[in-house]
């Protein structure tokens, strides 16, 4: 069964301190890995998309890397307004393209 | 572009009662998700749409929930009759299936369920 696990749960960081979520997934045929950060009250926002093993993105503070088994975003020197819940996605095989998400990491980061 | 619209985005119902939740994806996408979204989880996939197909609905509760997308555009969430287990935030998304493949998908947001 397709399964897309996070961890911590939840984390708090000081400004600017470094940190990484992880993703850990089992799927078959990966399609795409994806992140996404969703604010309170409000749908997830898309963040990035890693197609294979090796591939990294980065966007501002945030960068996303991605393995055969697992992902990372690493959050670099973060502002308070970093703080939401970071969400973990992967698409399945050609057939279905079933997308599912993992439980999120609440991150809050302290001024 | 105007986003995905929902509605209603609050609604607050008895058990046993039935609710209808309305989703309008943006124009031209043509998958169409549901998710579940209970208060401190990540959402969780009900009902998977290709145009007017299903794709996936393993995950759906078809004794009580149900789904339609007529003519590939708008789609409809029923749950009858309502247990108290399903308070939760009722989102839709939608895709674009072109090149360059993105994989993002577009949420509204959000119909927040409460079941007394």
């Known amino acids: 069964e397709d399964q897309v696990t996070q961890s911590p749960e939840a984390l708090r960081l000081q400004e600017g301190e470094s940190s990484s979520l992880n993703c850990s997934y089992t799927?078959?045929?990966?399609?795409?890995l994806f992140w996404y950060r969703q604010d309170p009250g409000k749908g997830p926002e898309f963040l990035f998309t890693?197609?294979?093993a090796g591939e990294e993105k980065e966007k501002e503070r945030l960068k996303a890397t991605l393995t055969k088994k697992e992902s990372f975003l690493h959050i670099t020197a973060p502002k308070p307004e970093d703080s939401a819940t970071y969400l973990c996605?992967?698409?399945?095989?050609?057939?279905?393209?079933?997308?599912?998400f993992g439980t999120g990491t609440r991150l809050k980061v302290l001024a | 572009e105007a986003g995905v619209a929902q509605s209603p985005r609050y609604k607050i119902i008895e058990k046993r009662q039935s609710v209808a939740f309305w989703c309008n994806p943006i124009?031209?996408?043509?998958?169409l998700y549901w998710y579940q979204q209970i208060l401190g989880q990540g959402p969780k996939l009900l009902i998977q749409?290709?145009?007017?197909?299903?794709?996936?609905d393993s995950q759906l509760p078809k004794d009580r929930f149900s789904a339609e997308r007529l003519k590939g555009v708008d789609s409809t969430l029923k749950i009858q009759p309502a247990k108290l287990e399903d308070s939760a935030v009722y989102l839709c998304?939608?895709?674009?299936?072109?090149?360059?493949?993105?994989?993002?998908?577009?949420f509204g947001e959000g119909s927040r369920l409460t079941v007394l």
């Open positions: 998304a939608s895709s674009l299936e072109s090149w360059p493949y993105t994989g993002e998908l577009f």
């Open positions: 749409f290709q145009n007017n197909g299903v794709v996936d």
């Open positions: 799927v078959s045929g990966l399609r795409g």
């Open positions: 124009s031209g996408h043509a998958t």
């Open positions: 996605a992967v698409q399945g095989p050609s057939g279905t393209y079933k997308y599912i």
């Open positions: 890693l197609y294979s």
